[in-house]
DNA sequence: GCCGCCCCCAAGAAGCGCTTATGCTCGATC
DNA sequence: GATCGAGCATAAGCGCTTCTTGGGGGCGGC
């Protein structure tokens, strides 16, 4: 087996003539240069230089070998480069899955700071919740999924496998008409909504929705079920009913006819960006996650 | 530094999709893969493979490494198959030298006999005496010289760095035309020539002669003097002098009109193959430099 | 004739790579 | 749900390789 090392030598003894000079041009003693050639040799089975006098010359089969060795080394550079360049995070590809509309603002701001960081890395972008997301993410069709978990949710999800990073603490807030009679309310109950329709999200939310009012000691009259956020706050605003949507969903959505009303005791969940172990040594993945840390760092504070 | 051994492993474990496996196929153990495949890592500075569950994926740096590796493993695969072509002598080129006319039986009958053995080699031919034959190998302008030397000679080369391998003694003989009083003779003394016309053959045997002669207490009148041996053999048969010759230069004319008298005592010219002690290690030129022993066996036999 | 350059050789020390042995995780099976 | 098999990681031990240092010899230039 010729080592690729062993080449380097060879070409650089070929170009300087000497073995002293090809040690130091490749920063190393004479007698390693004269070692490398001589196990060189030895490995190929014939004569590659001939000492002559002073001057070192190449035989023809240690010619063929220099021929080789350009595209040979020429092609380790190639893969270093191209490998350096993902790693330095000037090439790379990030596929980033996240819930639907439950990133409007977190995603678009982290995208933009890293493209601005590292322009030459590539995002793409799906729409998956969880479970599906973490299967993405398990089964290698995505590196980095956004998802989110209720604090104190029944069923708690196995992402013990799972790098699990906290982004943002998200409460819930109640979305009732303008006209409404708590539309005032410094904050509301969730029991006071007991007797209202309900306008629930998505599945998930609305598992959740279900199990807060059980807590309370009801169930709610769910009249509608969407889970494109906009559109619930259109169907309070319009006077069908209350809501209660994750702060984050309404922060993107003008609220038109309806009052956000904050909700106590406070109902919260956790939006988390979840990798694999693995994953999450990838440069690209790692500094996409820093970015929606970052991202979320700046959601809590405005 | 990518090492070579590093992409054959990776591009193993990508295509088996195991560590175990990869361990199977390159012969050898599955924490030496494992181990190869940290080092690489390591050396990159990116992950390259991402264990999910029980199969084992590629990161885009190891997809970029692996596509790289075919093109780096073919060439380096292609270089051993070169230099093993050489080595294996179903390749190369030997450039040989040899003095004019002094090698009409001897490297005929090496070649044909190198061909045969060895198809794929190639034999370039030049002619050359001493010294510029020794001067063209070590300036590295040919590989094997053939090369004479006569035994007791009053100036010996300087053949001290270079590899000296006897190929075969040749006497010279007497070339006197067949009218010529000595020309039933059964041997002839030098001194009994000391009155006759003489044709000399090239410079160096010219010197030869009259040193011989010399010693032999006369100088030769020297009427002709060629370098082409079937000259000196026709002048001789024309009757025009006499002549002392190699054996082997004569034995490849017909000697019209001329006779060969053993010369008494016997006067003997070594001829010999050199070449550069590194070059003898070239299978090409020890190949060739083999035939050339064989074919002197064969013709000291004959 | 001396000096400098360059190569080879030998010995010692450091580093590297492989193997064996062991523990752990995961998935399949009963 | 427990067991079993497969596979990876880790650690220890060993041998090999490879480097450096130091010394010797040869060749060319001043």
Redesign the interface.
Known sequence: ?????H?RVLRAVATTGSFSAAGRELGCTQPAVSQQMKALEAS????L?????R?M?L???GE??VR??S??LA??T???E???A??GLRA??VRLVSFPSGSSTLVPTALAALRAAHPGTRVSLEEAEPPRSVELL???DCDLALAFRYEGAAVAEDWDDLVVRPLLADRLVALVPERHRLARAESVAIGELAQEPWIAGCPRCRGQLVQVCEGAGFTPRIDFATDDYPAVVGLVGAGLGVAVLPQLAVESVRPRGARVVRLEPEVRRQIVALT?P??A????VAATLEQLARAARGVGRS
Chains 1, 2 share one sequence.
């Open positions: 087996m010729i080592e690729a090392r080449l190929v089975g014939t004569p230089l001939v000492r002559a006098g001057e010359r035989t023809q089969a063929a070998l080789h060795a595209g040979i092609g380790l190639a893969a270093e191209e490998v350096a993902i790693a790379g590809r398990r089964e290698g694999l693995d994953l040594q990838v440069p690209t």
